[in-house]
């Protein structure tokens, strides 16, 4: 059985956090545009190139751009059983398109998982945030800092903070986020896949809610000892 679903909410929400670890208690890809674009950013293409000059300035990458990356990326073969979309789709284009292309494969989009945060929390939750240059773990300066601060406590290596997460380029991204992509809650819910989650609680109860709106879908494996 094929499950398809989106992770929807503003940067900063906890959509890469949560679906990293949705992908390890099922058997689903976790697919995001953002990471995409990084890879290829780091590995000297066209593609990366072309997304850096966006991102840097918080804009969104073209959707023709972004939907080519995306379809061909869930035609490997470790998408079969199904992808958590996460970054994707951010405008009503790119979500026609993916509706479009899994109805062409007799798929659909099973459930969108909305992660709603308030926006005076966003801004923090973005600009404090660091990542791992080794393993990709990630902290925040504000709510869940590292024990030595600049250095991963899972492996030692040197965090970074994202060329986009600085606070203008961050509020710019929540503007981008407001106009362009909120559109698609009412999109979704209109659909009646739409389940809305509060995404301040803490990590481990909206990995719960989630895996709870997508219970009639999956088959999950217990949560990993810490
Ligand atoms: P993210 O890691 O999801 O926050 O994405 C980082 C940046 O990549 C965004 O600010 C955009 O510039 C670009 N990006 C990622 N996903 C998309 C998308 N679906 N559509 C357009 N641009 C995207």
């Known amino acids: 059985m094929t499950t398809n679903v989106i992770l929807l909410g503003p940067p900063g929400a906890g959509k ?21 674009f990084r890879a290829a950013l ?4 066209e593609l990366g190139m072309l997304a850096k000059s966006y991102m840097d300035r918080g804009e969104l ?13 869930i035609q490997a073969p470790d998408c ?13 284009e790119q979500a026609v398109a993916l509706g479009e292309s899994l109805a062409a494969h007799d798929g659909k989009i099973d459930a969108v998982l909305y992660l709603s945060v308030p ?14 240059k080794t393993c990709g773990a990630t902290y925040n300066i504000y ?24 606070m203008e380029t ?11 992509t909120m559109p698609l809650i009412e999109y979704y819910q209109r659909q009646g896949i739409l ?23 999956l088959v999950t494996s217990p949560q990993p000892e810490e």
Request: aromatic content about 8%; glycine content about 8%.
């Open 16 to 36: 890469g956090t949560q679906a990293k670890t949705l992908a390890e208690r099922t058997s689903l890809s976790h697919v995001a545009s953002g990471d995409l």
């Open 42 to 45: 780091r590995e000297g293409t």
């Open 61 to 73: 990458v073209p959707d023709e751009v972004v939907i080519n990356m995306i379809l061909e990326r």
């Open 80 to 92: 079969l059983a199904g992808v958590i979309f996460d970054g994707f789709p951010r405008t009503r």
């Open 119 to 132: 926006n005076e929390v966003l801004l923090r939750r973005i600009a404090g945030r660091q990542t791992c």
């Open 143 to 166: 709510y869940f800092p590292s024990h030595r601060p600049g250095i991963c406590d899972a492996c030692g290596g040197k965090l970074y903070q994202r060329s986009d997460d600085s």
């Open 170 to 180: 961050a509020q710019h991204r929540l503007d981008v986020y407001f106009e362009q």
């Open 195 to 217: 389940h809305e989650i509060d995404g301040q609680r803490e990590i481990t109860w909206v990995n719960e809610e989630m895996l709870k709106a997508l219970s009639q879908y």
